[in-house]
């Protein structure tokens, strides 16, 4: 199992796969992940399927599975996230819904996505920073990823 600390690193310089549909700590470092849906705003945005398979780890609230969080919507499109929870703990995210209606849009995410997903894995909670230039994606993110936390019990 590759630790969290090289998850992040490799979230941090694998911007590149940010556009390319893998967009998560596990992908990054060549675990599979389902390839993200961009969004190309509110009027070309195809709904992710919600998946929560959690299984019993002995805790009432936090559980072993994956959460997928509620789509925010932003001024560009919808942003969602989904997470994987291992021994009450955010073990990855991926970025399964975000901008990429234009080249700046793709621009934008490229490098915002990777620095969202690093923080959300050190913090290990929404409280992220925003990403500067990529405002409403990094609201997005804050506000789908609190969502599956929520429905994770963590």
């Given at each position: 199992?590759?630790?969290?600390?090289?998850r992040?690193?490799l979230?941090?310089?694998?911007?590149?796969?940010?556009?390319g549909g893998?967009?998560?700590?596990?992908a990054?470092?060549?675990?599979a992940?389902p390839a993200?849906?961009p969004?190309t705003?509110?009027?070309?945005s195809?709904?992710?399927?919600?998946?929560?398979?959690?299984?019993?780890?002995?805790?009432?609230?936090a559980r072993?599975?994956?959460?997928?969080g509620?789509a925010a919507?932003?001024?560009?499109?919808d942003?969602?996230?989904?997470i994987d929870v291992?021994?009450?703990?955010?073990?990855?995210?991926r970025?399964i819904?975000?901008?990429?209606?234009?080249?700046r849009?793709?621009q934008?995410?490229?490098?915002a996505i990777?620095?969202?997903i690093a923080?959300?894995?050190?913090?290990?909670?929404?409280d992220?920073?925003?990403?500067?230039?990529?405002?409403y994606?990094?609201e997005g993110?804050?506000?789908?990823?609190q969502?599956?936390i929520?429905?994770?019990g963590?």
């Open positions: 199992m590759t630790s969290t600390f090289t992040v690193a979230a941090t310089l694998g911007s590149a796969a940010a556009i893998l967009i998560g700590a596990k990054l470092a060549g675990d992940a993200a849906t969004s705003g509110s009027s070309g195809t709904p992710a399927t919600p998946v929560t398979t959690p299984t019993s780890t002995g805790s009432p609230t072993n599975g994956t959460y997928t509620q919507a932003t001024r560009y499109g942003v969602q996230v989904e291992t021994s009450g703990q955010i073990d990855d995210i970025v819904r975000y901008p990429a209606g234009n080249g849009d793709q934008i995410n490229q490098q990777p620095r969202l923080e959300g894995l050190a913090a290990q909670s929404a992220v920073d925003t990403v500067s230039g990529a405002t994606t990094s993110h804050r506000q789908s990823l969502s599956a929520d429905k994770a963590l």
